[in-house]
């Protein structure tokens, strides 16, 4: 009887040790999946965290977009205003053109009508001289002396018709196309020099837009090119293998293109970061991260829980990486590892 005892007491002992280990392993797995839950939401908040600063550089490129717009829309205006006033270049000059022609044929007419004074003049002393040799007097005074039936009314009345058709044919005489003709060179002048004005003035913003677009392309470029260069060497030392870049979705029109991440862990295909798993997610964004740190280091870098999704072999990866990134950035704890 006191066998059986023993060995009973054994057994209670044993499955006693037994369920001990049972709760043991039970509260294991509960703080495990507690810290699953902890990393996941940590990795919630990198996400949130990348998709508000994506949202801000959204928001700066539609800054960016609306300032160019404007801008253009100024530079249309300038290139409207230049088109009313070549228009009204064109139009004035063809004013020109026309009172230049006024002009000729009003200078034609000046040189006709001097040539007929002159010939009336000549006319008008033959006449004087034929009457003084044939009367020994003076028109005036035969006129004042005798009516006008004693002088010789034919050879007048036969130049009246010649004379009036001379008169006809002048037709009346603008007076002041001269002065018209002076004020609208003036204007001309005028409306030329703002013209070239205009044009330096177009020509200068359509330089500094080329200037500002040369300059903003080969920077991005070149900064996207080493922080290209920068990911795929993190992502090969995160993965210890494999390789990811970075790609313009459309190469022709860099500053406005989007861009997109490609990775290829070892022993995986080539694919986009959305159809990565969350640990590889992760190690993908710090790498990008990084990435930037190593073309633009800045004095420190504050991270919080970015290992919660990563299994321990990957989080030593990533520790032997910040202490590589710790000679140029501090990377003060956060306030939950203290």
Same mark, same amino acid.
């Given at each position: 009887?006191?066998?059986?005892?023993?060995?009973?007491?054994?057994?209670?002992? @044993?499955?006693?040790?037994?369920?001990?280990?049972?709760?043991?392993?039970?509260?294991?797995?509960?703080?495990?999946?507690?810290?699953?839950?902890?990393?996941?939401?940590?990795?919630?908040?990198?996400?949130?965290?990348?998709?508000?600063?994506?949202?801000?550089?959204?928001?700066?490129?539609?800054?960016?977009?609306?300032?160019?717009?404007?801008?253009?829309?100024?530079?249309?205006? @300038?290139?409207?205003?230049?088109?009313?006033?070549?228009?009204?270049?064109?139009?004035?000059?063809?004013?020109?053109?026309?009172?230049?022609?006024?002009?000729?044929?009003?200078?034609?007419?000046?040189?006709?009508?001097?040539?007929?004074?002159?010939?009336?003049?000549?006319?008008?002393?033959?006449?004087?001289?034929?009457?003084?040799?044939?009367?020994?007097?003076?028109?005036?005074?035969?006129?004042?002396?005798?009516?006008?039936?004693?002088?010789?009314?034919?050879?007048?009345?036969?130049?009246?018709?010649?004379?009036?058709?001379?008169?006809?044919?002048?037709?009346?005489?603008?007076?002041?196309?001269?002065?018209? @003709?002076?004020?609208?060179?003036?204007?001309?002048?005028?409306?030329?020099?703002?013209?070239?004005?205009?044009?330096?003035?177009?020509?200068?913003?359509?330089?500094?837009?080329?200037?500002?677009?040369?300059?903003?392309?080969?920077?991005?470029?070149?900064?996207?090119?080493?922080?290209?260069?920068?990911?795929?060497?993190?992502?090969?030392?995160?993965?210890?293998?494999?390789?990811? @870049?970075?790609?313009?979705?459309?190469?022709?029109?860099?500053?406005?293109?989007?861009?997109?991440?490609?990775?290829?862990?070892?022993?995986?295909?080539?694919?986009?970061?959305?159809?990565?798993?969350?640990?590889?997610?992760?190690?993908?964004?710090?790498?990008?991260?990084?990435?930037?740190?190593?073309?633009?280091?800045?004095?420190?870098?504050?991270?919080?829980?970015?290992?919660?999704?990563?299994?321990?072999?990957?989080?030593?990866?990533?520790?032997?990486?910040?202490?590589?990134?710790?000679?140029?950035?501090?990377?003060?704890?956060?306030?939950?590892?203290?």
């Amino acid at each position: 009887a006191k066998v059986a005892a023993g060995e009973v007491e054994g057994r209670v002992d @044993h499955l006693a040790a037994e369920l001990e280990a049972v709760r043991a392993e039970e509260a294991r797995g509960r703080r495990e999946r507690a810290e699953k839950c902890d990393r996941a939401a940590a990795l919630d908040r990198a996400e949130t965290e990348a998709r508000g600063r994506i949202e801000s550089l959204e928001g700066r490129l539609a800054e960016t977009l609306e300032a160019e717009e404007a801008a253009r829309a100024a530079l249309q205006g @300038h290139l409207d205003r230049c088109a009313e006033v070549e228009g009204e270049v064109e139009r004035l000059a063809a004013e020109e053109r026309r009172l230049q022609g006024e002009r000729e044929a009003l200078q034609e007419e000046l040189r006709g009508l001097e040539q007929q004074l002159s010939e009336l003049r000549h006319q008008t002393a033959e006449l004087r001289l034929r009457f003084q040799e044939r009367y020994h007097t003076e028109p005036e005074a035969a006129r004042d002396a005798a009516g006008p039936a004693e002088v010789e009314l034919a050879e007048m009345e036969r130049q009246i018709p010649e004379l009036a058709r001379k008169l006809e044919r002048i037709g009346p005489v603008n007076l002041t196309a001269i002065e018209e @003709h002076r004020e609208l060179e003036e204007r001309l002048a005028f409306l030329n020099r703002q013209r070239q004005d205009l044009e330096a003035a177009i020509e200068d913003i359509r330089q500094a837009i080329r200037r500002i677009n040369r300059t903003s392309r080969e920077r991005f470029l070149t900064t996207f090119e080493q922080i290209d260069r920068h990911f795929a060497e993190l992502f090969t030392h995160l993965f210890e293998g494999g390789t990811a @870049h970075l790609h313009l979705v459309d190469p022709d029109n860099p500053l406005e293109s989007g861009i997109e991440i490609t990775a290829q862990p070892p022993g995986k295909k080539n694919q986009t970061i959305g159809l990565l798993s969350g640990g590889e997610k992760a190690l993908t964004t710090l790498a990008l991260i990084f990435s930037t740190y190593r073309v633009r280091p800045a004095p420190f870098c504050l991270l919080d829980e970015v290992d919660a999704p990563l299994d321990d072999a990957n989080v030593l990866r990533f520790n032997r990486l910040l202490r590589g990134l710790a000679e140029t950035t501090q990377f003060p704890p956060s306030p939950t590892t203290r």
